[in-house]
């Protein structure tokens, strides 16, 4: 089997990556705030996949990467099993509130390394 092809990301595309993250992340908070469960469970995966992707391209330059993956993916599941036994909508809401804060601490990493001008 043949490794991957590998490319390079400028950082300036690399920016503008994470600058589309912050807003899906602005339009997940969004949903969050109007209470959209439905909408909020749609989303996460596509959040996830995005920062996954950001991540692997830091891999190797940025240290904390293996470290966001782990953290995303352990809250991920905990907040997956906490709404499959939420007993109300405001406890849904109060989990998918906590969820959004952890999404802002994970963008603001990534706009902390966007700036990272050796390239990636």
């Known amino acids: 089997m043949d490794p991957p092809e590998m490319i390079m990301v400028d950082c300036k595309t690399f920016e503008e990556l994470v600058q589309a993250l912050g807003e899906l992340v602005d339009y997940s908070r969004w949903v969050i705030a109007r209470q959209d469960v439905e909408a909020s469970h749609k989303l996460r995966p596509i959040v996830k996949r995005m920062i996954y992707l950001l991540v692997a391209i830091t891999e190797g330059k940025v240290p904390e990467a ?55």
């Open 66 to 120: 293996g470290t966001v993956i782990e953290i995303l993916d352990r809250v991920d599941d905990e907040v997956e099993g906490h709404l499959a036994h939420a007993k109300s909508p405001e406890e849904e809401a109060a989990l998918l509130h906590e969820y959004g804060r952890f999404l802002d601490t994970v963008q603001e990493l990534m706009q902390k390394h966007s700036g990272n001008k050796k390239g990636l």
